[in-house]
């Protein structure tokens, strides 16, 4: 849960919610940039496509949390059409380093994505 300052009183905000993933594929969808938290959990590799602009149209700015909950690696990919940025080994195709990893994914600009975090 996070706070904010209103006139010198700490508020909070609304709790993270949860979007469980279990299958070996997720394409993001506009309600995961609702405060929520994407687990991925499966024993094989499970990929994550961020979609193009013109399927999803995030706004500038996104932010979209995940973790590797289960055995299988995470992949991050984008969608033809989609840069994606990262300091993984594999910076367009970045992936969670272990179970228990998280990356953040950031648009920056119309079919451009930051992935940040726990990334190999």
């Known amino acids: ?9 700490a508020s909070a905000s609304a709790a993270l919610a949860f979007n469980a993933q279990t ?4 394409t993001l969808v506009l309600a995961d940039a ?4 994407i687990t991925l959990s499966n024993a094989a590799a499970i990929t994550v496509t961020i979609p193009t602009d013109a399927s999803v149209a995030f706004p500038a700015g996104t932010q979209i949390n995940l973790i590797q909950i289960g055995a299988g690696q995470v992949t991050i990919q984008g ?4 840069t994606v940025v990262s300091t993984g080994a594999t910076a367009a195709t970045p992936k969670c380093r272990a179970q228990y990893a998280a ?4 648009k ?13």
């Open 108 to 120: 920056r600009d119309t079919n451009s994505w930051y992935v940040i975090g726990d990334l190999s």
């Open 79 to 82: 969608a033809g059409g989609v």
């Open 23 to 26: 299958g070996t594929t997720y």
């Open 1 to 9: 849960m996070s706070a904010s300052i209103v006139g010198g009183t």
């Open 103 to 106: 990356a953040t994914l950031i």
């Open 34 to 37: 609702d405060n929520k938290l």
